[in-house]
């Protein structure tokens, strides 16, 4: 069985500055993954080089040994809520809709099976209550659950989201992960640019370490460790034991 | 016998303008939705401007003033121009705005030479080409407005088949890309409906106010709906009032070129909406403001009151009047307003006391910050 | 040359002088579109100023179309403030609905008086000899000369006068406001100078010619210089050579010469953006090609360097792998392989590629950049160790 993902010396760059270099990693199924790593390190890079998003200089990706062009079906993405006109005239069930656009090809219109998942995919990630209002309406964390909602839709084997924590509300932030950690239970891949250290302990099974090139990858007990996190992050990091956190714990 | 003729001959005229005119009202009013959501609206201003170029260009080599040439003229003009922009901006660093302007002048002043070159040629039959700068739908014949309806009905056909392709396309490209849409096809595409649009509307509105009729019913239909099937509908609906309701009012005048009564009419229908707009108009949030502040008001009135009452210790013991000229808000007329309310009483004419249930809100408004009338 | 030809070349000149320096402004805070907009709606003022004052020069009509210049920045910006539609929006709402009032008060009321609607768009500068000014008995040559060079004598001393704060707030709006220059006074006197400007080049030069001569200029001299001083200069210079080639060729060819003056602005835009040093698409291009090149050799020997240390990482360094998991096509793989070889660092035996010395001194300093980022190094490390023979 291939694993989810395969990662073959992926090269991108933004005008000839290299954003990610020589990447290889394999993700194996069924596992929540965390990607962290300082600013500009090609984090988000890498889930669009993945997707075809953005053309990497050189390299391969395979998703269960297809190439993404081949088998979209088999991968959602969640983009960074920053990348959308929230002003434009839509509502929760319509983009929750979107989802489900991939499946139906050309010409074909969304019918009533798709309503229906998409109203699951909504109460699942707790916005019943807004389901007809406009997108600009909701606060950012119900944003973000919108397009979690609308991944959800996609059926899909492997999830990839960007940033889905930064700026989120607690409830917000628990509802997401309680979400991700399902996904995982159901044999789901789910890999998360992630930029908050302090819970990736709590939140993730693995880890990878990208500054530019890959420092390190593998499981969270592993891997996440001072050593790696200095020479990733190029400085002086401190992680405090959640014993000693006063924040409640997710 | 003459004068049913001459009614007969009318009545057809006007009825190819109102046709010619509401096809261009419902393909700007749709196209217009796309360009206002994608931030193109001032890219249609360069494109409609550097089709003057193309029109007189195509008369020269054509030697016709037939509708068909000159559009397609216009139409190479304006995609010229686009992708001149495109270079521009991709390539350099100069701006997109800038990149727009210069589009948008050269392009219209070599447009400018050549009509004037065109002018001094001794033939009747060019002087009609500056109609095209502000445009008149009374020389709109027959042939123009066929001409306009085969586009027109394209473009309606390729909007629904692809509905769902352009909504998401110009929602959400990343995401439309991530799911298999072509995203550069379908821009080309939908840019070439734009420089359609806009090249169909120019006989009519002109090349100078083209680019208002891509916003102006858009902008409106925007504020009556969230659903953007209803906005392109609704802005289809706005530019066919526009259109056939700028002409009509134009003609009722001398020869008043039709572009600008066609704008001020689209302008007028965005203000109005603007306004009125249940929701998202400016007069629903102008009374909602003024009813907040009301409340806000009284309930300043009634916690002050409360704070006295407490003072005193017993709450239903009456005040004197005099005592509230200290607080802030104090009114005369919002006093009234509260009696009204039933939450006070005045006694003797210049006291003031709670009644059971004014104590009841002003606690409930101290405690739990909401007040309700 | 007759005096006459002489005389609108003057005005012109004046008029793309004057137009240079708020040119560049624009440009540079990105605010071209303003002024496209303000040259279009001051036609209301334009037109009731000549109602009052009868003349086109008089004061009241520039006031008064002023006056239309910041009804149009202020109801842009209101427009914006409800958040009902964004400022590209607001903007071509604004200015084509003052637009069609003015064009319509035209043509309804004031067909005969010397006011059509060509003019708006196009000026009459060829007429503008024929309205002399005469003081004392004397003959002092065309009011618009008058009138122009003073407000060219306005313009730069109002730059001269604000050109720190401008060039301050147009880099650094942040800054400038935490140094007490309210950007906000200093965005609408700029706005308040363009429209006077627009005001009194426009009946010379029409509302086109303006735009072009504000935007375009400027345009050119900002693929041509870093510096804000020269910048202006070059937009001055660009402006009036636009207006005489432009004068000369309407000449020539009998046709507008607001017209022609904008597309020579064009032409003379069109050569920098081929030709300019550096920023000129021919060189921008060319750069490309090789930073590709060069690109790609550094992923071909990092890539090489990351899987040389292994042994049975042989399948690696095979040419028929690299267009495997590097996922480059055949024809590329194999020009980047020779150009690196040519390079001398590589060397290729049996099929499977080899780091040399010198590639591996290059893998080990490039591996450093990378984490650095500095775009310098790679310079440096480019002329070092790479040597171009296409």
Known sequence: MKPAIEIFDLTAAYKYKPVLWDIDLTIPEGVLMAVIGPNGAGKSTLLKAMLGIIKPVAGTVRFFGYSYEENRKLVAYVPQKGSVDWDFPTTVIDVVMMGSYGRLGWFKRPGRKEKKQAYEAIEKVGLIDYTRRQISQLSGGQQQRVFLARALMQEAEIFLLDEPFQGVDVTTEKSIIKILKDLRSQGKTVVVVHHDLQTVESYFDRVALLNIRLMASGAVSEVFNPANLERTYGGNIKLFPESQLNTQSV | ?373 | MMQVQIEIQIIAVLVALTCAIPGTFLVLRQMTMISDAISHSILPGIFFGFLISGSLNSPIMILLAAFMGFVTVFSVELLQKTQLVKQDAAIGLVFPALFSIGVILISKFAGNIHLDTDAILLGEIAFAPFNRLHLAGLDLGPVAIWVQAGILVINLGFFFLLFKELKLSTFDAGLAASLGLSPVFIHYALMGIISVNVVTSFESVGAILVVALIVVPASTAYLLTDDLRKMIIISAVAGALSAVTGYWAAFWLDVSIAGSIATSCGIIFLTTYLLAPQRGIITVLKNRKRQKSEFAMMTLIIHLQNHSDENDETEERRISHLWKHLAWPKHHAEKVVKVTEKNELIRIENGIIDLTEKGRKFATLAFGLISSGKKEDYRELRKEFLVFGE
Not at chain 2, 81 to 98: C, G, M, Q, Y
Not at chain 2, 196 to 205: M, N, P, Y
Not at chain 2, 247 to 253: E, F, P, Q, V
Request: with cysteine; aromatic share 10%; glycine share 8%.
């Open chain 2, 1 to 373: 016998m003459e004068n049913a003729i001459t009614e007969f001959f009318t009545n057809h005229t006007f009825l190819i303008i109102a046709a010619g005119t509401s096809i261009l009202g419902i393909v700007s009013g749709m196209l217009g939705s796309f360009a206002m959501l994608r931030r193109q609206s001032l890219f249609g201003d360069a494109i409609s401007h550097a089709a003057l170029p193309g029109i007189v260009l195509a008369f020269l080599i054509s030697g016709s003033r037939d509708s068909l040439w000159l559009l397609s003229g216009a139409a190479i003009f304006g995609w010229l121009a686009t992708l001149f922009i495109l270079s521009v901006v991709n390539n350099t660093r100069i701006k997109s705005d800038s990149a727009l302007g210069i589009a948008l002048s050269v392009f219209f002043g070599f447009g400018i030479v050549l009509l004037t070159y065109v002018q001094k040629i001794p033939d009747s039959q060019q002087a009609g080409l500056d109609r095209f700068i502000f445009g008149q739908a009374a020389t709109l014949v027959k042939r123009d407005v066929i001409i306009m309806s085969v586009v027109g009905v394209v473009i309606l056909i390729c909007m629904l088949l692809f509905w769902k392709e352009f909504k998401i396309m110009a929602f959400d490209p990343d995401f439309a890309a991530t799911i298999g849409v072509k995203t550069r096809f379908f821009n080309v595409f939908l840019t070439s409906m734009i420089v359609a649009a806009i090249v169909i509307g120019l006989q009519a509105v002109g090349v100078v106010l083209m680019s208002a009729m891509l916003i102006a019913p858009a902008a409106a239909a925007r504020q009556w709906t969230n659903k953007l099937g209803m906005m392109v509908f609704l802005s289809a609906l706005f530019g066919v009032i526009s259109g056939v309701g700028g002409s009509a009012i134009s003609s009722l005048g001398t020869r008043i070129s039709t572009g600008p009564s066609i704008i001020l009419t689209a302008v007028l229908i965005g203000a109005i909406s603007f306004v009125l707009a249940p929701e998202r108009g400016l007069m629903v949030k102008w009374i909602r403001d003024y009813q907040n502040r009301y409340k806000l008001e009284l309930q300043k009135i009634l916690d002050d009151m409360l704070e006295i009452s407490l003072q005193h210790g017993e709450p239903y013991h009456p005040h004197s009047l005099a005592i509230l000229n200290h607080t802030r808000g104090f009114n005369k007329k919002r006093i009234l307003d509260l009696v009204n309310y039933g939450y006070i009483e005045l006694v003797q004419g210049n006291e003031w006391k709670f009644t059971l249930k004014g104590y009841q809100k002003a606690q409930e408004s101290t405690t739990s910050n909401k007040f309700e009338l």
